[in-house]
């Protein structure tokens, strides 16, 4: 089932449009979403996470309709969002915050330290509990920020940018952590950085100038491009070229 629904996305900011028609769908798996720095990836994710209304188009999330009052709830509780920039109190310990946000998220109070638990362990966590969020390296902050889009469990997942400002090996842990997490959700990864998505996303979604310029097969878009010889003939040194062919002087 296609669990996220975007059809003719239109957004516009002081009169430029910055989404230009975006459809897209996204299943059970990793689809990567892919474009450079301005192409609009956060605008979209926004618009699909009920963050802010397009003025065109339409979102369904497991069928629901974020921006309608009476299906707004059923879209939000399927849905988790990690945006790229997460204000999280400093001074707050790990599972304080956690806690924190199950109270904004609407989470039974009796539910909540399980609700904790689960997320902790999911982001591998738990033994940093009680300690403060400002002692946290940059990829457990980022782990941190993935955790409270998990506490309710969602089957939806929107990740922004989750690998910016991460040193090569928190890269590679997040990477697999987005990994196990598309297991048994859908997980539309923003990112600027072929790397992230080249080895877990079955499926790329390329956005540039607020339009889509590729909607398929990861494999697909690495297919669309020779070997160019030189060693450049990995899947990744394809993925690459073919991202670059789709959007340089597009
Ligand atoms: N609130 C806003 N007001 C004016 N322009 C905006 C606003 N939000 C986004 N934009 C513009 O919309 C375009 C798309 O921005 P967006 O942040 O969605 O791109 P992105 O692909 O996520 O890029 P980045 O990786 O740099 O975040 C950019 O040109 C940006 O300057």
Redesign the pocket.
Known sequence: MQLVVGEGILVA??GRP?LDGVTLSVGTGITGLL?V????????LRALAGVAAPRGGNVRIGGHDPYAASSRPSALRLLGYVP?HLEAPPAFSVADYLLHLCWLKAVPRRDRPDAVGRALAAVDLTDRASARLSTLSGGMRQRASIAQALLTDPQVLLLD?PTTGLDPHQRAELRALVQRLGADRAVLL?T?IVEDVEYVAHHLVV?HGGRVRFDGPTAELAATVGDGGGGAGTVGGRLERGFLGLVVGA
Request: aromatic share 0%; hydrophobic share 30%; proline share 0%.
């Open positions: 900011h002081q910055v474009g720095n301005g192409a609009g990836k956060s605008t979209l790229q940018e923003a600027h956005l």
